[in-house]
């Protein structure tokens, strides 16, 4: 029984910032890969960012560089910095974790809205 749970979602102004949270029930060591995905309205799920247990992290191509994926190990938390946010950046995020040795695990998701 493993549980992802995302906080931090709210509104913001385009150039503005947010910090997304994942908390799990487990210690991180036991996944393989941790992300952060989102899906826009009317648009399906797409890959924003990762980050595995030897922290080489991988971005989605509209988010590099604007984006950061990190890890907080002793907080058993999965961290999503974002910046210069976009209106096409608004949708749902969601925390999704990879256990050893291939199991999914999401969360129920957090609304980022980003107003022109």
């Known amino acids: 029984q493993v549980q992802l749970v995302e906080s931090g979602g709210g509104s913001v102004q385009t150039g503005g910032s947010l910090s997304l949270s994942c908390s799990a029930s487990?210690?991180?060591?036991?996944?393989?890969?941790l992300g952060w995905y989102r899906q826009a309205p009317g648009k399906q799920r797409e890959l924003v960012a990762s980050?595995?247990?030897?922290?080489?992290?991988n971005y989605g191509d509209s988010v590099k560089g604007r984006f950061t994926i990190s890890r907080d190990n002793a907080k058993n938390m999965v961290i999503l910095q974002m910046n210069s946010l976009k209106p096409e950046d608004t949708g749902v995020y969601y925390c999704?974790?990879?256990?050893?040795?291939?199991?999914?695990?999401w969360g129920q998701g957090t609304q980022v809205t980003v107003s022109s």
């Open positions: 999704k974790a990879t256990a050893w040795p291939a199991d999914d695990i």
């Open positions: 487990r210690s991180l060591s036991n996944f393989n890969v």
């Open positions: 980050i595995t247990g030897a922290y080489r992290t």
